[in-house]
């Protein structure tokens, strides 16, 4: 039986790699089913760039299984080869704006094939209609594969948003998140602090009248 386990994450970083593998379980021989692989790679506010593939939860042979995590906040992973998403895998991304690998996690790849599971988090409240390119391809690459389940977390129940293939102003394929209405009024959001500010004021008040 082999069980191994890896943690890493990267903040305020400008990294390289020439691979990455998250979770990649490759056996030989008749090993014990209970096997697996489990890797979690996290960026944040940070730019890593990768010459070769990025595997996530590849289960390259043998007996055994293999689970992946990736996830960007604020960041971009440049990967020159493939992007390899099996079965096991789960990819976050954090939005906190429009502006791609700065404001959003996203991802430049070569090539890409998709699986497991793609969860998309807005981290304020969205008032503004739009789109995110959250992987985009080489030119003349297409992707394979696609993902088995799509979450998109930090929006009201009434938007109208789409997670899907298209293609981008410069004709490359993307993976784009869309975002079309059902969002609330701007003059409804409380501005940041605002509700803090609001408690601080009836704290006060409550104070005035007890002195009174």
């Given at each position: 039986?082999?069980?191994?386990?890896?943690?890493?994450?990267?903040?305020?970083?400008?990294?390289?790699?020439?691979?990455?593998?998250?979770?990649?379980?490759?056996?030989?021989?008749?090993?014990?089913?209970?096997?697996?692989?489990?890797?979690?790679?996290?960026?944040?506010?940070?730019?890593?760039?990768?010459?070769?593939?990025?595997?996530?939860?590849?289960?390259?042979g043998?007996?055994?299984?293999?689970?992946?995590?990736?996830?960007?906040?604020?960041?971009?992973l440049?990967?020159?080869?493939?992007?390899?998403?099996?079965?096991?895998?789960?990819?976050?991304?954090?939005?906190?704006?429009?502006?791609?690998?700065?404001?959003?996690?996203?991802?430049?790849a070569?090539?890409a094939?998709?699986d497991?599971?793609?969860?998309?988090?807005?981290?304020?409240v969205?008032?503004?209609?739009?789109?995110?390119?959250?992987?985009?391809?080489?030119?003349?690459?297409?992707?394979?594969?696609?993902?088995?389940?799509?979450?998109?977390?930090?929006?009201?129940?009434?938007?109208?948003?789409?997670?899907?293939?298209?293609?981008?102003?410069?004709?490359?394929?993307?993976?784009?998140?869309?975002?079309?209405?059902?969002l609330?009024?701007p003059?409804?959001?409380?501005a940041?602090?605002?509700?803090?500010?609001?408690?601080?004021?009836?704290?006060?008040?409550?104070?005035?009248?007890?002195?009174?």
């Amino acid at each position: 039986m082999v069980q191994a386990t890896g943690l890493a994450t990267l903040q305020d970083t400008v990294g390289s790699a020439p691979s990455l593998r998250i979770g990649h379980y490759s056996g030989v021989g008749t090993e014990d089913v209970s096997s697996f692989a489990r890797g979690s790679l996290a960026l944040i506010d940070s730019t890593m760039a990768v010459g070769g593939d990025v595997e996530v939860a590849r289960l390259a042979g043998g007996v055994g299984s293999a689970a992946g995590e990736l996830s960007l906040t604020r960041s971009l992973l440049d990967v020159g080869g493939e992007l390899w998403l099996d079965d096991g895998s789960e990819m976050r991304l954090d939005i906190d704006g429009f502006a791609r690998g700065l404001e959003y996690g996203a991802i430049d790849a070569g090539t890409a094939q998709l699986d497991g599971n793609l969860s998309v988090e807005f981290n304020s409240v969205l008032t503004t209609p739009g789109y995110w390119d959250l992987i985009t391809l080489d030119a003349g690459s297409i992707f394979a594969g696609d993902f088995d389940s799509v979450e998109v977390l930090g929006v009201t129940a009434e938007a109208a948003w789409s997670l899907g293939f298209a293609t981008d102003h410069y004709g490359q394929a993307v993976y784009r998140l869309e975002v079309t209405g059902g969002l609330p009024d701007p003059a409804s959001v409380p501005a940041p602090g605002a509700i803090g500010l609001l408690g601080v004021g009836l704290g006060v008040l409550s104070l005035h009248r007890r002195r009174r």
